[in-house]
Nanobody, 119 residues
Framework: QVQLVESGGGLVQAGGSLRLSCAASGRTLRNYDMGWFRQAPGKEREFVAAINWSGGSPRYADSVKGRFTISRDNAKNTVYLQMNSLEPEDAAVYYC????????????WGQGTQVTVSS
């Protein structure tokens, strides 16, 4: 009932920037929390950033604080991840996830978008 499609990934040199987008369809996400995760080859999936349904209380992994910014546009049913000062360590497949802020609520995931950072 919720479909998510990430876009905006690609190849960028270290120090560059990318903006990822995650567009949702099937249901309005006004009352959903949204987040970004990433998984690099040979590593576990890790939390990157999250934002609550109202657009407040943004949270970030320590590794991206000061460089990444999460935002959402409920009118467009879209969540964004602005990534600045990219490092080779940021290379991964980035996934968006949404869920209602209730215990036991269903999580919805996108297919992921590849981010490659060259040194």
């Amino acid at each position: 009932q919720v479909q998510l499609v990430e876009s905006g990934g690609g190849l960028v040199q270290a120090g560059g920037s990318l903006r990822l987008s995650c567009a949702a369809s099937g249901r309005t996400l006004r009352n959903y929390d949204m987040g970004w995760f990433r998984q690099a080859p040979g590593k576990e999936r890790e939390f990157v950033a999250a934002i609550n349904w109202s657009g407040g209380s943004p949270r970030y992994a320590d590794s991206v604080k000061g460089r990444f910014t999460i935002s959402r546009d409920n009118a467009k049913n879209t969540v964004y991840l602005q990534m600045n000062s990219l490092e080779p360590e940021d290379a991964a497949v980035y996934y968006c996830c949404v869920r209602r802020p209730l215990a036991g609520s269903t999580e919805y995931w996108g297919q992921g978008t590849q981010v490659t950072v060259s040194s």
